[in-house]
Each structure stands twice: as C-alpha cells, then as structure tokens.
C-alpha cells in the first residue's frame, strides 16, 4: 500500500513565502513522478509543478520564477517553496505520486493555502 502525506499550507499575506512537503511510503519503485496540483472553489484542478526522481522539473506558467519543487529521493518527500504568493495562488494543494511503471497514481488528501490580499 502506497500513502502519500501533504504538510504545511495554511494562511499568509499577498508576497509572502509558504511551504509544503509531501512524504510518499510504501512499495514505491525506482521511477516514479511527483508533483503538486491545486485546486481552487470552483475550478479544476490543475498542474503546479511535477519533478522527476531525475530531477526533471516541469513548471506551470502561472508558478514559473516564483515557485520551485525539490524532492528528496531518500526520503521519497517532495517539497514545493511558494513565494510572491498572490490571492490568485488560494486553493488545495494536492501532492501526487506517479509510479511511472505499473502507470498508477496516487493522492494526499491536500492542503490548505490561503493568501489574504
């Protein structure tokens, strides 16, 4: 069984910084995928940032320059710096592991970020 487990989030004023991890354990293989993904009241989720247990990154336009995923493939945790957050960056932000040979994901149960203007 594969858990995926999000930390941090929470309230922070318009250009202020804030961070989540994220910890993957379980039978999880060599290759796999992790990123972030948000979803805000009313809209789809969406892509944030994806990096590769390579180091490959992959960016969304609207988190480029201002946020940067980093992952510790020891620990299978991945971590998303945000900073210069604005009201637009409010949502859940949901972790998820792509175990990149049997093509099977997996979600935290997400957490909160909210930027007061």
């Known amino acids: 069984q594969v858990q995926v487990v999000e930390s941090g989030g929470g309230l922070v004023q318009a250009g202020g910084s804030l961070g989540l991890s994220c910890a993957a354990s379980?039978?999880?293989?060599?290759?796999?995928?992790m990123g972030w993904y948000r979803q805000a009241p009313g809209k789809e989720r969406e892509l944030v940032a994806t990096i590769t247990n390579s180091g490959s990154t992959t960016y969304a336009d609207s988190a480029k320059g201002r946020f940067t995923i980093s992952r510790d493939n020891a620990k299978n945790t991945v971590f998303l710096q945000m900073n210069s957050l604005r009201p637009e960056d409010t949502a859940v932000y949901y972790c998820?592991?792509?175990?990149?040979?049997?093509?099977?994901?997996?979600w935290g149960q997400g957490t909160q970020v909210t930027v007061s203007s």
């Open positions: 998820k592991l792509r175990l990149v040979l049997i093509s099977k994901d997996y």
């Open positions: 379980g039978m999880i293989f060599n290759i796999y995928v």
